[in-house]
């Protein structure tokens, strides 16, 4: 299976964007899937997660309330929607698949990782 994400943008403060993460190769309706990012020098972090019934979901703090993580039925596409974007939130975004079915925060959990997509943010 591959994962392909896309949706990466410039915007500025405030804008909004749409990650999306599609799987090709076979469904991952038994998997929980994930976003993380990481900017220029950082260590890849963990951003959001769904768990593969689309009922748990996890976000890390600075993203809560601004940004919402879902996936169709299918379990072939996970998207990111992005709101009140921040500078901060520039990074290289890469969706995951994990090996467990819950929404976990650690990169260790994922087994397939997608190419990355660029959001950059200006002020």
């Known amino acids: 299976v591959q994962l392909q994400a896309s949706g990466g943008g410039s915007v500025q403060a405030g804008g909004s964007l749409r990650l999306s993460c599609a799987a090709s190769?076979?469904?991952?309706?038994?998997?929980?899937m994930g976003w993380f990012r990481q900017a220029p020098g950082k260590e890849r972090e963990f951003v959001a997660a769904?768990?593969?019934?689309?009922?748990?979901?996890e976000y890390v703090d600075s993203v809560k309330g601004r940004f919402t993580i879902s996936r169709d039925y299918g379990g072939t596409t996970v998207t990111l929607q992005m709101n009140s974007l921040k500078p901060e939130d520039t990074a290289v975004y890469f969706c995951?698949?994990?090996?467990?079915?819950?929404?976990?925060?650690?990169?260790?959990?994922?087994?397939?990782w997608g190419q990355g997509t660029v959001v950059t943010v200006s002020s």
């Open positions: 190769g076979r469904t991952l309706s038994n998997n929980a």
């Open positions: 769904i768990s593969w019934n689309g009922r748990v979901t």
């Open positions: 995951a698949a994990s090996r467990r079915r819950v929404p976990t925060t650690t990169t260790s959990s994922y087994n397939i």
